[in-house]
């Protein structure tokens, strides 16, 4: 049996430049963090005393004989491009998926880190990384960026580089004591609305607009963002102040990105003292983040109302495997194995 722990990502600025259509062009940075709220994935292979070979436990249950009837898309997709056979594999989760952190992503590359480990081979970051981003994005045929996969495999908070050339993952470095105080600014509410990344980045992509302008700018602000986290002369306040700039220029970019209801949410935080915020992930729904100088956060608390306030921490490892204990695995003949 094995068990892998595979970290949330929480994107600050740049995500939109991470599109493989936008860097191969304009290049593309985000500056990232991961953070303590994970996914698990438990994997090991299948007692043969079913009448099935495969039996799968997320949201819903599969029990199947063929490869080709999991209905699960990642799941089937990578147990082909690994080779995967008689799995019983199962998810859980801090956090709910399609709520803006890179939820499928982290359950990608977490998948993989388990399957690599049931077969006894270790694989390094950057290739889980890679297969992952390949399994969604060519395999899967899901719109949407890199900066999930990438983030979840290497963990901590980074800037990652996008060109023609691919990516690089490169540390922000920043003082204990400014990166304790950072975390302890920023509030994350859940807004109950959940909606897949890809279908919000195919509901922008269908709108006909070009976003070339907004991403451009978005873009810069990566390299304000990072000098305000590593100069410790400036006002770590104006982190804050930024991200809402960010959010503003992303707000326009799509029609899918924010709703409504969520634009009322997310002027009623900074009425209440919240210096900025953005909705995470591709927009349409999920968590609000704020950030929020401590004297005003009973007031946001307050405003917000019902919606959860789920506190959160930076994070340092990405994925890894909790729980190692390696069966003895004989395949069957050929002719019997599913498909």
């Given at each position: ?13 740049g ?15 985000v ?28 949201i ?53 880190n ?26 899967c ?44 600014n ?151 194995t599913?498909?």
């Amino acid at each position: 049996m094995i068990i892998t722990k595979t970290p949330f990502r929480m994107s600050f600025f740049g995500g939109g430049t991470d599109m493989e259509s936008f860097f191969k062009e304009h290049g593309g940075a985000v500056l990232s963090t991961t953070i303590d709220k994970y996914c698990y994935v438990t994997v090991r292979h299948l007692p043969r005393f079913f009448e099935y070979s495969t039996e799968l436990s997320y949201i819903k249950t599969e029990k199947v004989s063929s490869l080709d009837e999991i209905q699960h898309p990642a799941i089937r997709n990578a147990m082909k491009m690994l080779r995967m056979r008689e799995i019983r594999l199962s998810y859980d989760a801090d956090l709910p998926a399609r709520s803006g952190l890179g939820t499928s992503s982290s359950f990608a590359v977490g998948m993989l880190n388990a399957f690599y480990a049931l077969k006894g081979k270790h694989v390094d970051r950057k290739r889980l990384a890679d297969e992952a981003i390949y399994l969604e994005r060519v395999l899967c045929n899901e719109a949407g960026g890199w900066q999930d996969q990438i983030a979840a495999a290497f963990g901590g908070f980074n800037r990652i580089n996008f060109s023609k050339d691919g990516y690089e993952v490169l540390p922000v470095i920043i003082a204990p004591e400014r990166k304790r105080q950072l975390s302890e600014n920023l509030m994350m509410f859940f807004t109950g609305f959940t909606r897949l990344s890809s279908e919000v980045q195919k509901a922008n992509a269908a709108g006909g607009k070009d976003r070339t302008a907004q991403l451009k700018e978005m873009l810069e602000l990566v390299d304000v963002a990072q000098g305000i986290l590593e100069d410790r002369n400036k006002d770590l306040d104006d982190f804050g102040r930024l991200l809402d700039r960010t959010w503003r220029l992303k707000r326009v970019s799509g029609s899918a990105v924010t709703t409504d209801s969520i634009d009322s949410l997310y002027e009623k935080g900074l009425a209440a003292g919240a210096l900025g915020g953005k909705l995470l992930g591709a927009g349409g729904g999920g968590f609000l983040l704020f950030y929020v100088p401590l004297e005003k956060q009973a007031a946001v608390r307050e405003t917000m109302g019902d919606l959860l306030y789920v506190p959160v921490e930076f994070e340092n490892e990405g994925t890894r495997v909790i729980y190692y204990a390696p069966e003895s695995y004989v395949p069957i003949a050929p002719e019997h194995t599913a498909k």
